[in-house]
């Protein structure tokens, strides 16, 4: 794979033919421009977007919007779809496009930089960062103690009317597949039975969650880790909290990721991008500036990041949180859609 770096040597001469000088004359690298659809928030990747290195062979066109509209347009467009890149909130969308072939294989230099866990199983798209499903909760009301020891014990009679949940976000439909794929259908579904009888406040998506515990207006929340990290610090009530059980079904980390487009002409281009994506200066990047948690080995988390061990995590393949339709079937059949 070309480096992101090119340098051209070349002799100079003066005006005396018997004078050469040695001098490299450094010639400005030709770029490819790059249309990146991204499901990723602006507001996160707008600024990161904004550091690609002066001497990187590519430059960037996003497209944003949320990733369920991008997947579509990129499968409705085809062949003629002008995107030669898909950034992606989470893998179950870029599992969508394995699946349908719309996606290149990547080197296996490039999804070596990784973990396993957190690239396809056929190589057609990495992981670029992950957001660990936690339980946040009112540490004004409750104690790590008292809290669940395992993700299925939220669904018991004694947190009837205590817990908020978000059933119509894309987080959770990522996780509930997890759940079908760990778990089983018939014990999937009657958890979400046995959660939806215990009456839990439903919320658009995550952030509510975060907020109503911080305010005390519920005192469990089943949400991404990050939401709590962008509340301000001092005086904060709300905490995370992971199971504490090693390999609970609660604690999976889902994955923000990027694929090529099969057929992009720019694939060179495309895949310098994707090895910048996983540089260690991106990755602290979505560490330090964003929350997450990095998918390269070696970068540090944000020191307000509680670092996850793999196997403190849900042993579950990426391929699995993609599994939707299902999930979604059966979310409308309980009336929670």
């Known amino acids: 794979m070309a480096g992101f770096i090119a340098l051209i040597l070349g002799l100079g001469c003066s005006s005396a033919p018997d004078t050469v000088t040695s001098d490299a004359v450094k010639e400005e690298v030709p770029k490819t421009q790059l249309t990146v659809y991204s499901g990723r ?26 990733t ?26 870029l599992g969508v496009l394995a699946q349908r072939g719309a996606l290149r294989a990547l080197p296996n230099e490039l999804l070596a930089t990784v973990d396993p866990s957190f690239r396809d199983e056929a190589g057609t798209w990495v992981g670029t960062s992950g957001r660990l499903r936690v339980l946040v909760y009112d540490s004004q009301a409750l104690t790590p103690e008292q809290l669940p020891k395992r993700l299925e014990d939220l669904a018991l009679p004694a947190w009837k009317g205590r817990v908020g949940w978000a059933p119509t976000n894309g987080s959770a439909h990522a996780h509930i597949s997890a759940l079908r794929h760990l778990w089983g259908e ?55 909290y992971s199971f504490t059980e090693a390999g609970d079904p609660g604690n999976v980390l889902m994955v923000s990721g990027v694929g090529i487009r099969k057929g992009s002409p720019k694939a060179e281009a495309a895949e310098a991008f994707i090895e910048w994506l996983l540089s260690a200066e991106t990755q602290t990047y979505f560490a330090q500036e964003g929350f997450e948690y990095p998918t390269r080995p070696g970068i540090e988390t944000h020191t307000d990041v509680t670092p996850v061990a793999l196997d403190q995590l849900a042993q579950v393949p990426q391929s699995k949180l993609a599994d939707l339709g299902p999930t979604r079937a059966l979310l409308t059949d309980l009336g929670l859609l």
Do not use: C
Not at 51 to 64: G, K
Not at 68 to 93: C, K, N
């Open 186 to 240: 018939e014990k999937t579904r009657d958890w979400l039975v046995a959660m939806k009888a215990n009456a839990p406040v439903s919320y658009p998506k995550n952030s509510p969650q975060v907020a109503a515990a911080n305010e005390g207006a519920i005192e469990i929340g089943w949400v991404n880790h990050y939401y709590l990290h962008r509340l301000d610090s001092e005086g904060r009530r709300a905490r995370n």
């Open 68 to 93: 369920a509209e991008m997947v579509t347009r990129f499968l409705s467009e085809g062949e003629q779809s002008p995107a030669d890149v898909i950034f992606a909130q989470d893998s179950g969308h």
């Open 41 to 66: 928030g602006e507001s996160l990747v707008g600024p990161l977007f904004e550091r690609i290195p002066d001497d990187a062979p590519f430059t960037v066109s996003v497209q944003y919007g949320k």
